[in-house]
């Protein structure tokens, strides 16, 4: 399995992301000369929106293009359905309700078994959740030191629409489908579009 090991804030300011999409709390001070290269070129700005993206929900470009190619076949639009794919992963959604501080946190949660589905054990991070589904924390997990501070911690997040949480139970529940609005970074999504069209 292919793991992205860039640093975070290097990349974060590369793409121009606020590390707080990130999850990280943290500025950088090194190299803080603004506007190096001026302009870019109309193919160099969709390359940043894409590589934007995969690097914010931590995606890979063969998995990436892959949610395009299915974005590309349903109904609507089509970066508006890349976008929702991309917000429907199982790490995402845990990251989201506030079960992990990033979404590589959450990612690592979800592949070592800590999660259930509908009362079921998913460790799948790049699982499609849909409207109606519950993502609860194993019972067994609620004991461990890590969940315990998460739930001190009570993470001041504000929980998407699309999304329900059960602080108590330490659950939450999928209501709908994720709108545009709910996306919490800036993005260019029919940059993405053109440049997959080419």
């Not at 359905?81 to 979800?110: I, P, S």
């Not at 079921?120 to 997990?141: H, L, N, Y």
Request: aromatic content about 8%.
């Amino acid at each position: 399995m292919a793991k992205n090991r860039q640093p975070i804030l290097k990349r974060c300011k590369t793409l121009g992301v606020s590390p707080t999409v990130m999850g990280v709390f943290k500025e950088t001070n090194r190299n803080q000369k603004q506007g190096m290269r001026k302009k870019q070129s109309e193919y160099g700005l969709q390359l940043n929106e894409k590589q934007k993206v995969k690097f914010v929900y931590g995606v890979m470009e063969k998995q990436f293009h892959m949610y395009y190619e299915k974005a590309a076949k349903a109904e609507g639009m089509t970066g508006e359905n890349l976008l929702q794919l991309l917000e429907r992963r199982l790490d995402n959604v845990v990251y989201r309700l506030g079960f992990a501080k990033t979404r590589r946190e959450a990612r690592q949660l979800v592949v070592h078994g800590h999660f259930m589905i509908d009362g079921k054990r998913v460790d799948i991070p790049s699982f499609q959740v849909k409207p109606g589904m519950v993502i609860a924390v194993k019972e067994k997990s609620r004991q461990s030191v890590k969940f315990k501070e998460l739930a001190e911690a009570n993470l001041a997040k504000t929980i998407p629409a699309w999304l329900e949480k059960d602080k108590e139970n330490m659950s939450g529940k999928v209501v709908a489908l994720p709108a545009r609005s709910d996306i919490d970074f800036e993005v260019a999504e029919h940059l993405i579009v053109e440049l997959y069209s080419k």
